[in-house]
């Protein structure tokens, strides 16, 4: 079957840093991403990954690793409006998206 | 990027009523849309995967006659949730890909609070 796994929450402190992990295990693979999920509210879309390397982006960073089925993403100088939901997705050979269950962050002061 | 508009936000009912959720892209057209439950502190469960002009793909355990989809054109799914009962109380989200491509990401509508009491 198919499985991505991510820890259930994490809690970090404002302004350090945190990084999120991310393993899968799917049929193929075309592409991670990630997105950030505010209680209440939509999914929003952080990045994507498709080959090996770190991805930066500002204060937010996606690494991917294929032959680990393994990312992460990387949060710097974190405030407190980065305290969500961050949920990983990989699309498999079908292009379907198969969405992880989602680490809460928890920022504290 | 792409805009996934959804509709109501928030809506509450009385037990045994119907409720119908509109999702619409606004500026690409959809062949494909997707919807999404989601309850307190989980992740997002997919319900089904909603094909314009066709019958929607509903995932094992939830049932096609409660929960039916409609997508009557490449713009607009709709689900209605039939005689609804409080255990149907949950955030539904649609979303949407403007193509078939691995790097395709998903768009979000704002998602709909549905509380039946």
């Known amino acids: 079957g198919q499985n991505i796994d991510q820890p259930t929450e994490m809690t970090a402190t404002e302004g350090a840093i945190v990084q999120i992990n991310c393993t899968y295990q799917?049929?193929?693979?075309?592409?991670l991403f990630w997105y950030q999920q505010h209680a209440g509210e939509a999914p929003t879309f952080l990045s994507y990954?498709?080959l090996d390397g770190l991805e930066e982006k500002g204060r937010f960073s996606s690494f991917l690793s294929r032959s680990k089925g393994y990312s992460y993403l990387l949060l710097k100088e974190l405030q407190m409006k980065d305290s969500a939901s961050y949920l990983c997705?990989?699309?498999?050979?079908?292009?379907?998206?198969?969405w992880g269950a989602g680490t809460k962050l928890i920022i504290k002061p | 990027g792409a805009v996934v508009s959804q509709h109501p936000s928030r809506v509450i009912c009385k037990s045994g009523t119907s409720v119908k959720i509109e999702c619409r892209s606004l500026?690409?057209?959809?062949?494909?849309m997707f919807w999404y439950r989601q309850f307190p502190k989980q992740s997002l469960m997919l319900m089904a995967t909603?094909?314009?002009?066709?019958?929607?793909?509903?995932e094992q355990g939830v049932e096609k006659d409660k929960f039916l989809i409609n997508h009557a054109s490449l713009t607009l799914s709709t689900l209605t949730v039939t005689s609804a009962h409080p255990e149907d109380s949950s955030f539904y989200i649609c979303?949407?890909?403007?193509?078939?491509?691995?790097?395709?990401?998903?768009?979000f509508g704002q998602g709909t609070r549905l509380t039946v009491v």
């Open positions: 979303s949407a890909r403007t193509g078939d491509g691995g790097d395709t990401e998903a768009f």
């Open positions: 500026d690409f057209q959809a062949t494909t």
């Open positions: 909603s094909n314009e002009g066709s019958k929607a793909t509903y």
């Open positions: 799917t049929s193929g693979f075309n592409g």
């Open positions: 990954n498709v």
């Open positions: 997705a990989v699309v498999d050979s079908n292009y379907q998206l198969i």
